[in-house]
């Protein structure tokens, strides 16, 4: 069946150091891809999407390429704030319907 | 994208005991889902519910825990019946506007439940 993997967190870092957040799939066919985010307290929000190989998603400096090749989405951020401190979680969406598949989630810290 | 709403947004409940969240839309939706996330993890499906008919469950859910009902296209409600502490999780709601696989899903904030 289709599975999200995501590293491990937490992550601490640095205002203004560049992140880099892993992802790589399991799936049949052709999933679309997501990248949702949680702030301390509050529901997911959904921060970008790719729907086909090679597309990039991009929303708030943050990037992700869909990676057929590889399975891969990872996140990435030139330069973190430390308001972009939250869990980050990836998802897909496969060939079966709308249902997503969540990976665990990586914690965020950027300290000042 | 859709406003969703969800009541309450935290509660605090004896075992044994059942809860009834609703989720409410602004716009007509598409798909209407319900999530757990247990503390610390991931989200996991509960359901995805079908307006006028029966929700369809994931492996490891059934209606007689979790009745789901979807009256129309911008309301549904998930009851956590006969809970136990275990069932302390936050609860949430997620549509789909429009068609099409790659639509995104949108969430609501959420249901705090903590089951003494």
């Known amino acids: 069946g289709n599975s999200v993997t995501q590293m491990e967190g937490p992550v601490t870092l640095s205002e203004e150091a560049f992140l880099t957040i892993n992802c790589t799939y399991t799936?049949?066919?052709?999933?679309?891809l997501f990248w949702y985010v949680q702030y301390p307290g509050e529901g997911l929000q959904l921060l970008l999407k790719?729907?086909?190989?090679?597309d990039k998603g991009s929303n708030k400096g943050f990037e992700a390429t869909y990676r057929k090749e590889t399975t891969s989405f990872h996140l990435e951020k030139g330069s973190v704030q430390v308001s972009d401190s939250a869990v980050y979680f990836c998802?897909?969406?496969?060939?079966?319907?709308?249902?997503?598949?969540f990976g665990k989630g990586t914690s965020l810290l950027v300290t000042p | 994208s859709a406003v969703i709403s969800q009541k309450p947004s935290r509660d605090i409940c004896q075992r044994g005991t059942s809860l009834t969240i609703q989720c409410q839309v602004d716009?007509?939706?598409?798909?209407m889902f319900w999530y757990r996330q247990q503390p610390g993890q991931s989200l996991t499906l509960i359901a995805t519910?079908?307006?006028?008919?029966?929700?369809?469950?994931e492996s490891g859910f059934v209606i007689d825990k979790f009745p789901i009902s979807r009256p129309n296209l911008t309301f549904s409600t998930l009851t956590v019946s006969n809970m136990s502490p275990e069932d302390s999780s936050i609860y949430l709601c997620?549509?789909?506007?429009?068609?099409?696989?790659?639509?995104?899903?949108?969430f609501g904030d959420g249901t705090r439940l903590s089951i003494l």
């Open positions: 997620s549509v789909v506007s429009g068609g099409g696989r790659d639509q995104p899903q949108h």
């Open positions: 799936a049949t066919g052709y999933p679309s």
């Open positions: 790719a729907t086909k190989a090679d």
């Open positions: 998802a897909l969406s496969g060939n079966s319907g709308y249902a997503l598949n």
């Open positions: 716009s007509q939706v598409t798909m």
């Open positions: 519910a079908n307006q006028g008919s029966e929700a369809t469950y």
